[in-house]
């Protein structure tokens, strides 16, 4: 039973590395359904006056990918910013420089997903509305993938698609570094890490990329 929050003294004792292992440790307990009990009442309660994150996660708003779950986080453990195709923009590298260098997380984390709808939209130029411009964010990724992936170069070719994916969390991983001179010199300096993976809808496991 989970029942005490992160304070500040536990959050600066964490590093990027114990963080991303303890992520990656409730991951396997969420694929062996063997998910952590939370005290919610104790920990609303314990996090009223202030939040220690360990980290933040940028990922789709697929509603099969249950971040929190994902990972067996509770209240006060995670920072979690969504958008469809989990790529970054000014909002998003202001949230993480703000969970980073202000609320003291250790890690970022670029979560994509099999067979996301966001990038197979990007996939086949898919135009409609403010869409168009989201899908903008992902179409250098299914570019790289048509140089990487024989076949058709849209959203029927599953391979395509999985590249595409793959492409885009390491796109998104260097535009943080590039656009966030913060996050780029906290990781150049040791402080946090950034890093990404992709999680798989048939199994629920995130593998590293």
């Known amino acids: 039973m989970r029942n005490v929050a992160i304070t500040k003294d536990v959050q600066a ?17 969420y694929t062996s359904n063997n998910l952590t ?49 989990n790529f970054e923009n000014v909002d998003i590298l202001g949230s993480m420089e703000y969970s980073c260098a202000v609320a003291g997380s250790k890690l970022v984390f670029v979560l994509g ?40 170069a849209n959203s029927t070719n599953s391979a395509f698609v999985a590249k595409t994916v793959e492409n885009n969390v390491k796109l998104t991983m260097d535009r943080i570094r590039q656009r966030s001179k913060i996050l780029q010199e906290m990781e150049d300096n040791g402080e946090i890490k950034i890093v990404g993976g992709v999680y798989s809808l048939t199994t629920g496991k995130v593998e590293m990329i």
Not at 13 to 29: F, K
Not at 52 to 81: H, N, W, Y
Not at 134 to 147: C, F, Q, R, T, W
């Open 113 to 152: 997903h099999e067979s996301c709808g966001a990038v197979k939209a990007a996939c086949d130029g898919v135009e409609l509305g403010n869409i168009t411009a989201m899908l903008d964010n992902i179409v250098p990724a299914a570019k790289l993938a048509s140089e990487q992936v024989e076949g058709e």
């Open 37 to 85: 009990a939370s005290n919610v009442t104790d920990l609303v309660e314990q996090t009223t006056g202030g939040q220690f994150p360990k980290a933040v996660i940028l990922s789709c708003i697929d509603s099969r990918v249950p971040v929190e779950m994902v990972f067996d986080q509770t209240i006060g453990d995670v920072f979690v910013a969504r958008v469809a195709g």
């Open 13 to 29: 004792e964490l590093t990027a590395d114990s963080v991303l292992q303890d992520l990656l440790d409730g991951n396997n307990r």
